[in-house]
């Protein structure tokens, strides 16, 4: 965090945490919104998250890992309570090129590439969905990763590995459903 030490908002100044807020809003809601495939319920995350942030902000250490782990970390765990709480039926990531999650252009080619993306990730289960949004969108390592869903590292790479396998499954089937 460029100007802005984390002794500064851990020790409850306001401003400060405005300043983290405005650097990470985008992070977490983009995290969230690509876990839960809803704008609303991202939205209500984000709010969650930096609650969270506020009120545990003395467990942060940056000896520990980095803050944007640690934001993640809450963020997927609060993507798992809303998705305990309310067991909705699962919302297709339609609609995510918006001006705060930007990304779509830089990863994929076509548009039909991208539908058959979002086609495949909203038919992954949210345990394999989590760690290849942290990966492939938000950019994080495997240790990040296992550090943020608290599980061990070769679980992390066991379910990317079987993640991208299903992906690649749904899209050879897409791809022959196509030629028929």
Not at 21 to 30: R, T
Not at 125 to 154: M, N, W
Request: some cysteine; overall charge neutral; proline content about 3%.
């Amino acid at each position: 965090m460029e100007g802005l030490t984390s002794n500064e908002w851990q020790s409850g100044d306001a401003t400060a945490f405005q300043v983290l807020f405005q650097q990470y809003k985008n992070l977490v809601f983009k995290s969230a919104y690509l876990i839960t495939g809803s704008r609303e319920e991202a939205e209500d995350i984000l709010q969650e998250v930096f609650v969270a942030v506020w009120e545990f902000r003395h467990t942060y250490n940056p000896d520990k890992g980095k803050l944007a782990t640690w934001l993640h970390k809450i963020t997927v765990n609060k993507c798992l309570e809303s998705k305990r709480r309310k067991r909705v039926p699962f919302v297709p990531l339609e609609g995510i090129d918006t001006p705060e999650t930007r990304f779509t252009d830089e990863i994929l080619v076509s548009k039909q590439e991208y539908e058959r993306l979002i086609e495949a990730m909203n038919s992954l289960d949210t345990k394999h969905r989590a760690v290849l949004v942290l990966r492939y969108f938000s950019d994080l390592s495997y240790e990040e990763i296992a550090q943020t869903v608290g599980i061990p590292l070769g679980t992390v790479k066991s379910r990317i590995h079987h993640g991208l396998k299903l992906l690649r499954g749904k899209f050879d089937m897409q791809q022959r459903e196509a030629l028929e």
